[in-house]
């Protein structure tokens, strides 16, 4: 292929990538209205679920653009309960083919408990219908935290609901990964769900703004809905409601949710500053929507085909940015008088909040307390290095938040709703190995299901565990959000073997790898490296250098090996997670392109060796980690 060929096509991929991350899936979903380039990447299409519902019509999709209309009006106070007519001025995310009327064409009529669907044209809305439940069959792993070859393995538990106060935080449960079909509801079961548009009235400050919605219902096997509460599902920054349609029909269909995906601007509007994702006057305008009669809603789901009274318990979910405000329009709710107290929880799907927002929403959620959990992924620049997961960790000390999936990338939840989009997602932020996404629907579910009945880590059916806790889940594993550690240098000190590292240009064909940490007369950190090129008796190589810690938790060091010890943050030897009993240590720099796995053995079992990697990843390391021989454990052993 000649230079020019090659030129032109990389051209051509590069335009394809901008025009399916940057343009809003223009060719991988037919229902564009805001690009989708909020990092994505998950697990292969087969621990995804059907993608059959993510084609839409091309009818549909060009009345799915968005346009902006403006008319006069008076003001109005922007805590007023929404409703379509209390506001003159409308902002409308879009011009469909439904016209106004529709909107306010039926209403709601309630029936009790049991609601049944109005017929829809064929065109207007599509049903997934549940297939047979899916079992991921897993073998346990054996656990070793010691060397192979003087430890009992210890086989995982059965699934359980580990409690903060009685679990290790080193000890690992096996769950179980099921993709589960069908939901019992109240009055039969979930067989498939429906999904339908209509638009939704958003008051935001003294205007409406009109957004595209998609609303999933579940329903049974007569066509009727008998829903435990409602999910609002966010999109994220440059996303749209298209992105996150594999995600709304499991959580639909896994908790009998009818769920709620509006398109809302990714940016603020030219004649309303307040009405886009960030906006606060927008996330308080979603959070009354669930005040009062909830006019609004209803009137929406009942051109959606819903109706009824609406469920009274709801979740709020979003993913990245979209988890950040499902958060915040959580406390905005919670504050506010009228509120009845009908929020269950909130679910973030690696949610990232907006300016420092997050605490401000806590603090309201706190009392009553409602739970806000978070389905995290590594460490990355698309979930602005963790700083969200962070903030959650440190606002709830002990109690448990959520968990980090290992490999995982920033668009784990979105996978499945095309394979085109799947594709130019995982290309832009990374590949993530297989069982993410369907680790990402495991826990999720459970939680939300639990949220419902009032159940939680103590007494719910859903997967939790103690802070730090590995939980292998079918491919892949998770582990549960935790603080830093806070390190005992003296129980630091001592022998430590390099299991695994990413190769540095001076250890490549280094075998033996040791680290002795010791005091010095000042206080200091002696530390003494050393190890065999290629073979156990090979030529050594050891180098002695001194560590000062930087913070007041001591794990993060400044390790010199020429020079005066350095106190100066931010150090460059990161202890980012270790074991209670000091048998392990992952330790990393800021930048995570360097990472170690220490223990206190020559030698560990695979599984083990397996639970170190995914610890690494969880905890940010990103460059390559790889073994690291110890033969001398052979010749102990003798």
């Known amino acids: 292929m000649t230079s020019r060929r090659w030129l032109l096509w990389l051209g051509t991929a590069g335009a394809g990538a901008c025009l399916a991350l940057g343009a809003g899936q223009g060719v991988a979903s037919a229902d564009t209205e805001s690009s989708d380039a909020a990092g994505t990447t998950s697990r292969s299409a087969e621990s995804g679920p059907s993608r059959e519902a993510s084609a839409r019509s091309a009818d549909d999709d060009g009345a799915d653009r968005s346009a902006t209309t403006l008319e006069s009006r008076s003001s109005e106070p922007a805590s007023v309960p929404t409703s379509a007519t209390q506001r003159d001025t409308e902002v409308s995310g879009d011009l469909g083919l439904e016209s106004d009327a529709e909107l306010d064409a039926a209403e ?210 979003g993913q990245s940015a979209g988890g950040g405000f499902a958060t915040s329009v959580g406390g905005y709710y919670a504050e506010d008088l009228l509120s009845d107290g009908s929020l269950r929880g909130v679910v973030m799907f690696d949610g990232v909040a907006w300016q420092g927002r997050l605490s401000a929403a806590l603090d309201s959620l706190d009392d009553p307390f409602v739970p806000v959990y978070q389905v995290a992924a590594p460490p990355a620049a698309w979930n602005s290095r963790g700083e969200t997961t962070n903030e959650l960790v440190a606002a709830r000390p002990g109690q448990f938040v959520g968990a980090t999936l290992a490999g995982g990338s920033h668009s784990d939840s979105l996978i499945g709703g095309n394979a085109l989009f799947d594709f130019f997602a995982q290309l832009a932020t990374g590949f993530s190995p297989p069982g993410n996404t369907q680790a990402v629907y495991t826990l999720s579910t459970g939680w939300i299901n639990d949220m419902y009945q ?120 990161w202890i980012v997670d270790l074991d209670p009993d000091y048998h392990w240590a992952v330790v990393t720099d800021p930048t995570g392109f360097s990472g170690f796995l220490l223990t206190r053995e020559r030698t560990v079992s695979e599984d083990f060796y397996q639970e170190l990697l995914d610890r690494a990843s969880v905890k940010g390391v990103i460059g390559r980690i790889t073994p690291t021989r110890q033969p001398a454990a052979q010749t102990v052993s003798a």
């Open 108 to 317: 709601p009529a309630v029936t009790g408990r049991l609601y049944t669907l109005r017929q829809e044209p064929a065109d207007d809305s599509d049903v997934t219908v549940a297939t047979a439940p899916v079992a991921v069959t897993t073998e346990p792993r054996e656990v070793r935290r010691h060397a192979a070859s003087d430890t009992t393995p210890v086989t995982p538990a059965a699934p359980v609901t580990p409690t903060p106060a009685s679990v290790p935080s080193a000890q690992r449960i096996s769950a179980p990964v099921e993709a589960a079909a069908t939901v019992t509801a109240a009055d039969g079961q979930v067989t498939g769900v429906k999904t339908s548009r209509a638009k939704l009235t958003i008051p935001v400050g003294t205007r409406n703004y009109t957004a595209r919605t998609d609303w999933y219902l579940p329903t049974q096997a007569d066509g009727s809905v008998a829903a435990a509460g409602v999910i609002w599902l966010q999109h994220g920054f440059l996303g749209n409601k298209s992105a996150v349609s594999a995600l709304a029909r499991t959580l639909s269909q896994q908790t009998n949710s009818i769920v709620v995906a509006p398109n809302l601007p990714s940016f603020p509007g030219l004649f309303c500053s307040g009405c886009w994702l960030n906006g606060v006057p927008m996330q308080q305008g979603v959070a009354t929507l669930f005040l009062g009669d909830r006019a609004s809603l209803t009137t929406s789901a009942s051109a959606a085909g819903y109706q009824g009274a609406l469920p009274a318990s709801f979740v709020l979910s």
């Open 454 to 573: 009032g159940l939680g880590p103590l007494d719910g059916t859903g997967i939790y565990g103690a802070p730090d806790q590995y939980i292998v889940m079918g491919d892949t594993a998770a582990v549960v959000l935790a603080p830093p550690p806070v390190v005992d240098l003296t129980r630091y000190l001592g022998t430590w073997y390099e299991v695994g590292s990413v190769k540095q240009f001076f250890s490549i064909g280094l075998v033996n790898t040791t680290a002795v940490y010791s005091l010095n007369p000042d206080g200091s950190i002696k530390v003494q490296n050393s190890g065999n090129y290629f073979v156990n008796n090979g030529p050594k190589s050891s180098i002695t250098g001194v560590a000062l810690p930087v913070d007041a938790d001591n794990n993060k060091l400044n390790v010199r090996f020429f020079g005066q010890a350095s106190a100066r943050p931010p150090g460059n030897y």
